[in-house]
């Protein structure tokens, strides 16, 4: 199994970005997907979910309105749309799912 996560970067609050993650090793569409992040010196937080058709998304409070999950079954993706970025969102974003597989993370900064 693997999760690879791309994307991040540095924006400018008030941005956009666009977070993927690759999957491969398991059947994708059996399985939810979800991200998390992790800001420096805090726990891992969940921030959004997605079931394994797509026909159901979850969002942490924090994100609520302002981040948009998705999936590409066809494609083994899975898409985390970030926009109206505040500092707070900075932080590792992981990609989680297949069982309990993580991938390694992908920096997200937002600073002006």
């Known amino acids: 199994v693997q999760l690879v996560e791309s994307g991040g970067g540095l924006v400018q609050p008030g941005g956009s970005l666009r977070l993927s993650c690759a999957a491969s090793?398991?059947?994708?569409?059996?399985?939810?997907m979800r991200w998390h992040r992790q800001a420096p010196g805090k726990e891992r937080e969940w921030v959004a979910g997605?079931?394994?058709?797509?026909?159901?998304?979850t969002y942490a409070n924090s994100v609520k309105g302002r981040f948009t999950i998705s999936r590409d079954n066809a494609k083994n993706t899975v898409t985390l749309q970030m926009n109206r970025l505040k500092p707070e969102d900075t932080a590792v974003y992981f990609c989680?799912?297949?069982?309990?597989?993580w991938g390694q993370g992908t920096q997200v900064t937002v600073s002006s």
């Open positions: 090793g398991f059947t994708f569409s059996s399985y939810g």
């Open positions: 997605i079931s394994g058709a797509g026909g159901i998304t």
């Open positions: 989680n799912g297949g069982g309990n597989y």
